[in-house]
């Protein structure tokens, strides 16, 4: 993870980037929705963050094993296990989702007005869960799916097409737990969502762990 972090830092202008394009997507929203209805409506504001933050999470950690020149994966094949490899990329993506995650929650919020029309409240602390299991469900299947795609030629499309069936169940129970959340339902109707995001986070984990040496020797 000390070598992802370092590379971060060393390539600022790529986090910049990162953080240019998920404001200037929210700001697109804003002008779109904001100043023509004021207000928008808590589904339509939920729908837009998770869209804005799953582009996000393509555009910044599908990157991670494409973006490796074959030299240097042969590199790191010599120096360390794919175990290491894996779990350290798969960390360090996780922490740059949830840190981008909440920065543009922060500038979503502040710009994007919502509405509830029941009056209901708006239960933080279970958007932010949702966030953080969103973000590492994210991160942990992009990564692995990013090793498989960079195995083969034309990677950018092999990419698209194989984190679709994988990221869809992610997003649909991180959109229903976050709407859940916004409506300030009873926390006990969440739990079911939150069990689930635990058990597929752990489930691509474990696959990732189980399989990614076995594709990491071809």
């Known amino acids: 993870m000390?070598?992802?972090?370092?590379?971060?830092?060393?390539?600022?202008?790529?986090?910049?980037?990162?953080v240019l394009y998920l404001?200037?997507?929210?700001?697109?929203?804003y002008m779109s929705f904001?100043?023509?209805?004021?207000?928008?409506?808590a589904v339509?504001?939920?729908?837009?963050?998770?869209?804005i933050l799953l582009f996000t999470a393509v555009n910044s950690v599908a990157k991670s094993f494409i973006q490796e020149s074959r030299g240097r994966a042969l590199y790191y094949y010599s120096i360390a296990s794919p175990i290491e490899i894996i779990i350290s990329k798969t960390i360090y993506n996780a922490l740059l989702l949830l840190a981008l995650a909440l920065v543009g929650f922060v500038i979503y919020s502040f710009v994007m007005e919502r509405t509830n029309e029941d009056g209901t409240t708006f239960d933080l602390l279970y958007f932010l869960i949702a966030i953080v299991?969103?973000?590492?469900?994210?991160?942990?299947?992009?990564?692995?799916?990013?090793?498989?795609a960079a195995k083969a030629e034309n990677s950018t499309s092999l990419m698209a097409v194989l984190s679709?069936?994988?990221?869809?169940?992610?997003?649909?129970?991180?959109?229903k737990l976050s709407k859940n959340a916004m409506d300030g339902l009873d926390r006990s109707v969440s739990t079911d969502e939150i069990l689930i995001l635990v058990a597929i986070n752990a489930i691509v984990f474990a696959v990732s762990y189980l399989l990614f040496p076995y594709l990491w020797r071809s």
């Open 133 to 148: 299991l969103g973000s590492l469900g994210l991160a942990s299947s992009l990564t692995m799916i990013s090793g498989i």
């Open 164 to 175: 679709f069936p994988v990221i869809l169940p992610i997003i649909l129970m991180v959109i």
């Open 23 to 29: 404001a200037s997507t929210i700001f697109v929203c």
């Open 44 to 51: 339509t504001w939920n729908a837009l963050f998770w869209i």
């Open 2 to 18: 000390g070598k992802e972090l370092l590379s971060e830092w060393r390539q600022r202008f790529a986090l910049n980037g990162m």
């Open 34 to 41: 904001g100043l023509k209805v004021g207000a928008i409506d």
